[in-house]
């Protein structure tokens, strides 16, 4: 899954939120993967899994991203930053790392060194603070 699973996962774990996934195979290019509404508010996540700091963005997502934000968009990239155990690797990981879509061109840069996370959850998606992200998502 090159989402790591985290379309299901919002979807199922972020209660009271409408959900609508997103396939842009032929509708245009950047379009993040899910739109969610609820409590009045409208927003859009863009869904990464990585295994190592990099964050697959592409110019395309980068530049949907930024447009939709100067129009008062609203906007989030999750990625899920899980590795299996290795004896160059380390030990195994799994983890959420949230952010703001203002973020997207460091993501594209600095991958998850990028500074200005709105939050980071470590261990597997049931140790995840849902109630926590869906706060973010519409604060």
Same mark, same amino acid.
């Given at each position: ?15 009271? $939120?409408? &959900?609508? #996934? ?21 927003? &859009? ?23 939709? $934000? ?20 380390? /030990? #195994?990981?799994?983890? $959420? &790392?949230? =952010?703001?879509?203002?973020? #997207? ?14 939050? =980071?959850? /470590?261990? /597997? /998606?049931?140790?995840?603070? &849902?109630?926590?992200?869906? #706060?973010?998502? $519409?604060?």
């Amino acid at each position: 899954m090159i989402d790591g699973g985290l379309r299901v996962l919002f979807h199922k774990n972020l209660k009271g $939120l409408h &959900w609508q #996934a997103v396939e842009t195979g032929g509708t245009g290019l950047g379009i993040p993967d899910s739109n969610f509404a609820g409590d009045g508010v409208e927003g &859009w996540v863009e869904f990464k899994k990585t295994s190592t700091m990099a964050v697959g963005l592409s110019g395309p997502q980068v530049g949907w991203i930024e447009s939709r $934000l100067r129009h008062g968009g609203r906007v989030f990239v999750a990625v899920r930053h899980q590795t299996t155990a290795g004896p160059r690797k380390g /030990p #195994a990981s799994d983890a $959420l &790392w949230l =952010y703001p879509g203002s973020e #997207a061109r460091n993501l594209l840069v600095h991958g998850l060194r990028s500074q200005n996370r709105l939050g =980071y959850w /470590p261990g /597997p /998606p049931v140790k995840w603070n &849902w109630s926590e992200i869906r #706060a973010l998502l $519409l604060s």
